[in-house]
């Protein structure tokens, strides 16, 4: 089966909560604060494969969410950033923000790489909130949120295989057979008037990407 078009929801990790704690030694008696940093959260990146040829998997994956960072910890130590998550796409994607429509990016290399969704910021423990005046304070920050969206998958492709010829002389059926195209098969002229994809399993792994043209009639 060939899509060259999909909807997917992407999610960067929340950061990690800022942590309230104070020191609690047994010399120290009127230890201060000692809460540490929430870590960041996970960017989601779509990378560049250049062994990948559809959107196929984001028909059955819709939803990519980033982990979140790991919350502070006492002794003023910070959390651990999380990990980011790694969305593998093939060359010649454009990725299109469906709310406003704008071009996030068009993503043709192997191995190029974008931010799809940035992770939020990890909160500050309560270590950060000391001053002269507050020596023990008892707050501490909530981890940002991260960025969430929907995006639109469009996928640029360039055929292996064309089918040309006069119309009506089985193009279209040809693709049929071969592949999971469902092209609109007649016998009259002009039944195709655009570009039928289709992608040909040949065993092994191994795969090509065939087009069905519109026919050709002299002085159309």
């Given at each position: 089966?060939f899509?060259?078009k999909?909807k997917?929801y992407?999610?960067g990790g929340?950061g990690g909560?800022?942590?309230v704690?104070f020191r609690r030694e047994?010399?120290?008696?009127m ?5 540490g940093d929430?870590?960041?959260g996970?960017?989601?990146i779509?990378?560049v494969d250049?062994g990948l040829?559809?959107?196929i998997?984001?028909r ?14 006492n ?6 950033n999380?990990?980011?998550m790694i969305?593998r796409v093939?060359?010649?994607t454009v990725?299109i923000d ?9 993503l ?11 992770g939020?910021?990890?909160g500050?423990g309560?270590?950060?909130?000391a001053?002269?005046?507050?020596t ?5 920050e ?6 969430e ?11 292996d295989?064309?089918?040309?010829g006069f ?5 279209s059926?040809?693709?049929?057979v071969?592949?999971a195209a469902q092209?609109?098969?007649g016998?009259?002229?002009f039944?195709t008037?655009t570009p ?8 092994d ?10 026919g050709?009639?002299?002085g159309?």
């Amino acid at each position: 089966m060939f899509l060259d078009k999909a909807k997917i929801y992407v999610k960067g990790g929340d950061g990690g909560d800022g942590i309230v704690a104070f020191r609690r030694e047994l010399y120290v008696p009127m230890g201060g604060p000692a809460g540490g940093d929430g870590g960041r959260g996970g960017d989601v990146i779509f990378r560049v494969d250049e062994g990948l040829r559809t959107l196929i998997d984001f028909r059955y994956q819709k939803h990519f969410k980033a982990t979140r960072g790991e919350k502070g910890r006492n002794k003023s130590q910070n959390g651990a950033n999380a990990d980011d998550m790694i969305v593998r796409v093939p060359p010649g994607t454009v990725v299109i923000d469906d709310d406003s429509q704008e071009i996030l990016a068009d993503l043709v290399r192997q191995g190029q790489e974008v931010v799809i969704a940035k992770g939020g910021r990890g909160g500050r423990g309560n270590v950060r909130f000391a001053t002269a005046t507050n020596t023990a304070p008892e707050i501490a920050e909530n981890g940002e949120e991260g960025k969430e969206r929907w995006v639109v998958l469009e996928l640029k492709v360039m055929a292996d295989v064309g089918l040309v010829g006069f119309p009506s002389v089985g193009k279209s059926t040809l693709l049929s057979v071969v592949s999971a195209a469902q092209p609109k098969i007649g016998a009259y002229h002009f039944t195709t008037i655009t570009p039928n994809l289709g992608v040909v399993d040949v065993g092994d792994g191994r795969s090509f990407v065939m087009a069905d043209l519109p026919g050709l009639i002299e002085g159309s």
